[in-house]
C-alpha cells in the first residue's frame, strides 16, 4: 500500500495542518498537566479518602488503559481511512471522562466517587492509546518527517506556557482551590481543553486512505525478541525496576498534601512539574543523542534526589511549605522525562527497525504491569505504616534500577 501524498513545505494546507497541530498539542498536553494523573487526581483522591495504594494506582491505570488500547484497536487505527477521526473521537471522550470525575466528586458519597474516578482513569488510558496511536498515524499521513520534531517540540513547549497561565488564572480567581470544588473545577477546565483540542485535530486535512505500515505487532513477537536477544532482555527488566523513577512522583503528591496547608501548593507543584518536564526536553533536544548513557544513569540519581529532599523537608518543620515542596517535583519531572526519552533513544540504537514495533510493545507492557505492582505494595505500605517509609523503599528500588540501567549500557557494549 502506497502513502498519500504529503504536501510540500509551500502547500498552505501543510501551514493550516502544522498550526492545527500546534494547537491540539498545546491544548491537550495543558490538560495532562491540569489535570495530572500524577498529581492532581492523586491529590483528589487522597482529599476523598483513598487508601494509599489506589491514591498511587493512578498512573498505572491510566498506562493499563492505553495498553489495552494498543493490543485491542491498534490493528483498527492502523487501517483507518481517516485518523483525525479516532483521535477526535477519543479527545472528546477523554474530556467526558474528566469532566464525570468533577462530577463524581462533587455529586457523588466519597467511596462511589473514588470508584467511579478510578473506572474513568482506565477510560483516560483508553483515550489516550487510542488518540497516541490515531494521531502517529495522523502526522505519517498530513505532516512531513522533517517537520514532526518542530510539531512535538512546540507542542509541548507551548502546552506547558498555557498551563502555567491557566494555573494562575484559577487560582487568582478560585476562593478554596484545596477543596473537592476546586480540584472539580480544575478537571473542568481541563476537559474544556480537551474539547478545542479534538476541534482543532477534526479541521486538518486529510486525504482518505489508511497511512503506510505493516500490520501491528503482538506481545508475542516482543517475546520472540526476547528469546533471542540478551540485550532487550536486560532492557525489559531494566523497565521494570526503574519504572520507580515515575512511581515516586504520586508518593510525593500524598505527602506533600498532608505537610503543606497553602492554598496554592496544587497550582505551584503542577506548574514546578510543567516547566520541570519542559525545560528538560529543550535541554535534552540539544544533548540527548550524544550522551544517552549519561542522561539514563542521571535519571535515577535525580528521582532519589528529589525522595531525599522529600525526606528532610519532613523532618524540618520550618520547611513545609509549598516554596520548599516545588523543587520535588520539579526535579522528579526532569528525571521522569530523561528516564523516558533516553530508554526511547536507547531502543532505536539497539533494535533493528523491524524489531522495533514489537520491542516497544512489550516494553510497555512490562512497565505498566510493574506500575500497578508498584502502587499496590507501596501504597499498602504507604497505608499501614506511612507514607515516608514507602518513599525510603522507593529511594531503594531506585538503586536498583541504578544497577540495571548499568547493565543494559554495559550489555550495549559488549
Not at 502506497?2 to 513545505?9: C, I, L
Not at 486525504?207 to 540485550?231: I, K, M
Request: contains cysteine.
Amino acid at each position: 500500500m502506497t502513502a498519500p501524498d504529503q504536501p510540500s513545505d509551500s502547500d498552505p494546507l501543510l501551514r493550516r495542518n502544522f498550526s492545527l497541530g500546534i494547537a491540539n498539542g498545546t491544548l491537550v498536553d495543558a490538560s495532562d498537566q491540569i489535570a495530572s494523573p500524577n498529581i492532581v487526581v492523586p491529590w483528589l483522591l487522597h482529599a476523598l479518602g483513598a487508601f494509599p495504594f489506589v491514591v498511587s494506582a493512578a498512573v498505572p491505570l491510566v498506562r493499563l488503559g492505553q495498553l489495552a488500547a494498543s493490543l485491542a484497536l491498534g490493528p483498527a487505527v492502523v487501517r483507518a481511512p481517516q485518523a483525525k477521526l479516532l483521535v477526535g473521537f477519543a479527545t472528546f471522550g477523554k474530556a467526558i471522562a474528566l469532566g464525570g470525575m468533577a462530577l463524581a466528586a462533587w455529586l457523588l458519597p466519597p467511596l462511589l466517587a473514588i470508584a467511579t474516578i478510578v473506572i474513568l482513569l482506565l477510560l483516560v488510558g483508553l483515550a489516550n492509546g487510542l488518540g497516541g496511536l490515531g494521531f502517529r498515524q495522523l502526522a505519517a499521513k498530513a505532516i512531513p518527517v522533517h517537520r514532526r520534531g518542530a510539531l512535538l517540540a512546540l507542542r509541548l513547549a507551548a502546552g506547558g506556557l498555557l498551563t502555567v497561565a491557566l494555573l494562575v488564572m484559577f487560582y487568582s480567581q478560585h476562593t478554596a482551590p484545596r477543596s473537592i470544588d476546586g480540584y472539580g473545577w480544575k478537571l473542568l477546565i481541563a476537559a474544556f481543553c480537551l474539547v478545542l483540542g479534538a476541534l482543532a485535530i477534526l479541521l486538518f486535512f486529510e486525504s482518505r486512505g489508511a497511512a503506510a505500515g505493516t500490520r501491528l505487532p503482538s506481545l508475542a513477537d516482543g517475546f520472540r525478541l526476547a528469546g533471542r536477544s540478551r540485550w532487550y532482555r536486560s532492557y525489559l527488566q531494566m523497565r521494570a525496576v526503574a519504572q520507580s523513577i515515575d512511581m515516586t512522583v504520586p508518593f510525593f503528591a500524598i505527602h506533600a498534601a498532608n505537610v503543606t496547608g497553602a492554598a496554592h501548593a496544587l497550582g505551584l507543584f503542577v506548574a514546578a512539574s510543567t516547566l520541570g518536564g519542559a525545560l528538560a526536553g529543550l535541554l535534552l533536544a540539544r544533548i540527548l543523542d550524544r550522551h544517552v548513557e549519561l542522561v539514563l544513569r542521571a535519571a535515577p540519581v535525580l528521582a532519589l534526589l528529589a525522595a531525599g529532599y522529600a525526606l528532610l523537608l519532613d523532618l524540618h518543620l520550618g520547611w513545609r511549605t509549598a516554596e520548599a515542596y516545588a523543587p520535588v517535583f520539579f526535579v522528579a519531572a526532569v528525571a521522569g522525562q530523561s528516564y523516558w526519552l533516553a530508554c526511547d533513544t536507547l531502543a532505536l540504537r539497539n533494535l533493528q527497525l523491524d524489531e522495533l514495533p514489537a520491542g516497544s510493545g512489550l516494553a510497555a507492557a512490562v512497565a505498566s504491569v510493574a506500575a500497578m505492582l508498584m502502587a499496590l505494595v507501596f501504597g499498602a505500605v504507604a497505608h499501614s505504616t506511612h507514607v515516608l517509609v514507602a518513599i525510603g523503599l522507593l529511594g531503594i528500588l531506585l538503586m536498583g534500577g541504578m544497577l540495571s540501567i548499568g547493565r543494559v549500557i554495559a550489555a550495549a557494549k559488549n
